[in-house]
């Protein structure tokens, strides 16, 4: 269990004389159809100073936040959170906006977005990002002037009820009617953990969550030639829920990671793509202890893009 957090709260602005070194700056972003992930493992965090120097990072009521976690582990998880965030914020900045002077809003949804401060010469910097958690690891997707959602789910996340039964209450009837295709169970669960990934990050994606837009309302394909393909439920038409909101102009990423887990990847794109068909979606992650250190996994077995 990692020791509980120091239940202080430092003042608002600088916190102690000791200045925050520059974080390395990433490659940049080529274009709208491109996502930088960065993750951490909290497990493999316990340094008290280094957990020390990113709690300091946080705001006042993310510190507030955090403290109120029930309990030390949950209490990690929430404050590595907001300093993944803030750090990884700051690198596309080139470090030259503090980690710690990063504001947020939310949306009508609850999705949150950086709040730039009408005097900072740094307004409107395209930034879009998008957190997602498991009980192992936390994740952060940044496109550049592109709504994006994230979510990254245990490959063998246990659940209390049988696949088929979660998949009727969530799922169209057509994606009850693959899964339950697959005869084998740990294949059938793959195949509803990789679809509840990409559903997740479509909904984060759109603004929306799943209170915004409940994963009956359309559905998700994986084709045969590695594309993904979203089509409006057809309960959607005679629902008082139209669905506009529901659209095909967005980019996927699907993957395996550390070989535990599914992560998905979504972005919205406007582009009509080449005559060959769309453009991949470009991914590039890292692993990180932020100020310490940095380390680019795609490319290597920890990274298996699966579409």
Known sequence: MAPPLPPRTPPPGVAGPRPFASLPPPPPLQSRREVHVWYVCPDELNDHSHLDLYMELLSPSERKNALSMNGPRLQKDA?????????TLSRYTNSKIDPRSF???KNKFGKPEILWQSDDSNMEWPLHFNISHTSSLI?????????????VEEKKRKTTKSILSLARRYFTPSEVDSLAKIAD???QQKEFIK???????????????FSGAPFNRFS???KTNSRIQITKAPKVCNDSDSGDYLSENWRFALAELNSSYYMAVCIEDSSR?????????????????????????????AVKLIT
């Open 79 to 87: 404050m590595l959170s907001r300093a993944l965030l803030r750090t």
């Open 103 to 105: 504001e947020f809003k």
């Open 139 to 151: 994740a952060c997707g940044i496109a550049m002037d592109a709504p994006i959602g994230i979510d």
């Open 185 to 187: 169970s740990d294949a």
């Open 195 to 209: 679809l509840w990934t990409l559903k997740e990050a479509y909904v984060k994606a759109l603004g929306r969550g």
């Open 220 to 222: 998700i394909q994986l």
């Open 273 to 301: 793509g080449s005559e060959n068909g769309p453009v991949p979606l470009g991914l590039k992650v890292w692993k990180t202890v932020p100020f310490i250190e940095d380390t680019l996994v795609s490319g290597t077995d």
